[in-house]
């Protein structure tokens, strides 16, 4: 037994040896290593680095079934996000710990928390009300996202699905501060052993990394690196971009279906009241979108937004705004 735990150690010193080099407060990673990551995405997700960080792009649609299985809807649906350009990921490439770990029991309740190795972020399992866990309100989906308020798709627990695609020896996520998230298992498949209360440990020969769990915190469980928050939430990370005001929870309704039709154009089913009904939307050529509604009696009306430039802190960048009375079609 004890020569099985050795080897397995050891095999695991070898997986991440030369990812990353240690310092007595944290690690340098090699970009090389981190962009393993993403690579098995790259159809959806561009990486680029520079000397101090390493920065994602996408647009935060995977390729995988949306939001089916929410039993307790918030009415938003998903729509393509512009983490590209100054509005990316940024990950730091020598992540350092904090003296003072910040804990997601506490706060970082608005924003990501992490990206995953399909450019999707992730965030705190706990919802913007700072007690309700998503995953055991029925809030997400079989993969463990949903749309927010600005019909964004995001995580709100770890992807552990992505190891099916990228392997288990490689992180399936990034949280922000720079430290890797694995699945359940070591990279070399052995058992994890000696989590901190930060859902993380640093193994003999390798870096601080995450895990995720199958009971919360389910991902990182805050940050234990350095790094800069505001307001609760990370200050430097991807705006979302709404295209219309955020909607109210509709009780007791359940998401049974969901389609991508073209690269503009969705689908999105949910049973309510014993009947079936259905939204159809599509983005439009000015940046807004437009909504179809149809309830269960086959009666549709329909609603547009359109986008507008807005200013926000230090630069400009497209916003999606609604009409002042969206365009209502019945």
Do not use: C
Request: no cysteine; glycine share 12%; net charge neutral.
């Amino acid at each position: 037994m004890i020569r099985t735990a050795i080897a397995a150690l050891f095999a695991l010193a070898l997986i991440v040896a030369g990812a990353a080099e240690r310092r007595p407060d944290g690690f340098d990673f090699d970009p090389e290593f981190v962009a393993q990551s993403f690579q098995g995405f790259s159809a959806d997700v561009s990486v680029r680095w520079d000397e101090d960080y390493f920065y994602i792009e996408s647009n935060a649609m995977p390729r995988h079934r949306m939001m089916v299985g929410i039993r307790s809807w918030n009415r938003q649906v998903p729509l393509p996000q512009p983490y590209f350009g100054d509005n990316a990921f940024r990950l730091p490439l020598r992540p350092r710990f904090a003296e003072e770990p910040v804990s997601a029991r506490h706060t970082l309740f608005r924003g990501a928390i992490a990206v995953a190795a399909n450019g999707v972020p992730i965030f705190n399992p706990i919802k913007q009300d700072g007690r309700t866990d998503t995953y055991l309100a029925g809030e997400l989906d079989e993969f463990g996202g949903h749309a927010g308020r600005a019909d964004d798709y995001h995580y709100h627990v770890a992807p552990v699905h992505l190891a099916d695609r990228i392997g288990g020896d490689v992180p399936i996520a990034w949280a922000l501060d720079g430290f890797p998230i694995f699945g359940y298992d070591e990279p070399d498949g052995s058992q994890v052993r000696g989590l901190d209360w930060l859902n993380g440990h640093s193994p003999p020969g390798g870096p601080y990394h995450y895990h995720a769990t199958p009971e919360y915190p389910r991902v990182n469980g805050g940050f234990r690196g350095q790094l800069e928050l505001r307001n609760g939430e990370v200050a430097i990370q991807p705006r979302a971009r709404g295209v219309r005001p955020f909607t109210r929870p509709l009780r007791g309704a359940t998401v049974t279906g969901f389609e991508i039709r073209s690269e503009r154009s969705y689908h999105l089913e949910f049973e309510h009241g014993g009947q079936s009904h259905g939204i159809t939307y599509a983005l439009l050529p000015d940046g807004g979108a437009e909504f179809v509604f149809t309830d269960g009696a086959g009666r549709s009306h329909t609603e547009a937004y359109s986008a507008r430039r807005a200013r926000t802190g230090g630069a400009t960048r497209t916003r999606q705004r609604q009409n002042p009375r969206p365009e209502r079609r019945d």
